[in-house]
Nanobody
């Protein structure tokens, strides 16, 4: 099992920045990809960004390209999401997730951290 704990959410004005952290523990050696997702009430969960734990290859949703950066620190078992130029539409609960080797989907999730961007 893998445990994921997000932190760093909060209230920020439009144009501001926040950095989210996701600390993971447990059977971490089997993690292949780490991802960030977000969800607002009444909407489906939305992919934000992902990074491979080994080579660090990244993929971003079009809505956040050029504004958000995902990074990792394997020594600290932590993944980050640096969010710049925040917009009110970025307001959501942000979730960290892990996809394990040999799995086709994310099967470990954190509890979420709330980001609110005021206009």
């Amino acid at each position: 099992q893998v445990q994921l704990v997000e932190s760093g959410g909060g209230l920020v004005q439009a144009g501001g920045s926040l950095r989210l952290s996701c600390a993971f523990s447990g059977r971490t050696f089997n993690i292949y990809i780490m991802g960030w997702f977000r969800q607002t009430p009444g909407k489906e969960r939305e992919f934000v960004a992902r990074i491979t734990r080994g080579g660090g290859a990244t993929v971003y949703a079009d809505s956040v390209k050029g504004r958000f950066t995902i990074s990792k620190d394997n020594a600290k078992n932590t993944v980050y999401l640096q969010m710049n130029s925040l917009k009110p539409e970025d307001t959501a609960v942000y979730y960290c997730a892990a996809r394990m080797l040999g799995q086709s989907d994310y099967d470990h999730w954190g509890q979420g951290t709330t980001v609110t961007v005021s206009s």
